[in-house]
């Protein structure tokens, strides 16, 4: 069984930057994708960014395009999303979620809306002043 840990959040000045982690364990990462997603109170989850096991990425926020960016470390079974120039609307809770990828396509095939088999339990991201 895949089980995902979400880290790295807290709370950052808008302009700022977190760099979110998702540690993997009971399994090898480096066979699944791996999507970021958040949740914002009172609205409904969306897909941030996605990243196949060939390290290919797949952008699914036009906001967050050119100050987020996703990443893997697959010796270290981690994917990393480096959140820079953070504003006011991106306070969510950030979730990981992993879906096994025999054949590269996770992100455009399963894409934001899913079904994603496995999650994490999320991390809150606040940006404010």
């Known amino acids: 069984q895949l089980q995902l840990v979400e880290s790295g959040g807290g709370l950052v000045q808008p302009g700022g930057s977190l760099r979110l982690s998702c540690a993997a364990s009971g399994r090898t990462l480096g066979n699944y994708g791996i999507g970021w997603f958040r949740q914002a109170p009172g609205k409904e989850r969306e897909g941030v960014l996605c990243?196949?096991?060939?390290?290919?990425?797949?952008n699914y926020l036009d906001s967050v395009r050119g100050r987020f960016t996703i990443s893997r470390d697959n010796a270290k079974n981690t994917v990393y999303l480096q959140m820079d120039s953070l504003k006011p609307e991106d306070t969510a809770v950030y979730y990981c979620?992993?879906?096994?990828?025999?054949?590269?396509?996770?992100?455009?095939?399963?894409?934001?809306?899913?079904?994603?088999?496995?999650w994490g339990q999320g991390v809150q991201v606040t940006v404010s002043s």
């Open positions: 990243i196949s096991n060939s390290g290919s990425t797949t």
């Open positions: 979620a992993a879906e096994y990828e025999p054949f590269p396509g996770v992100c455009t095939v399963i894409g934001a809306k899913g079904p994603w088999t496995y």
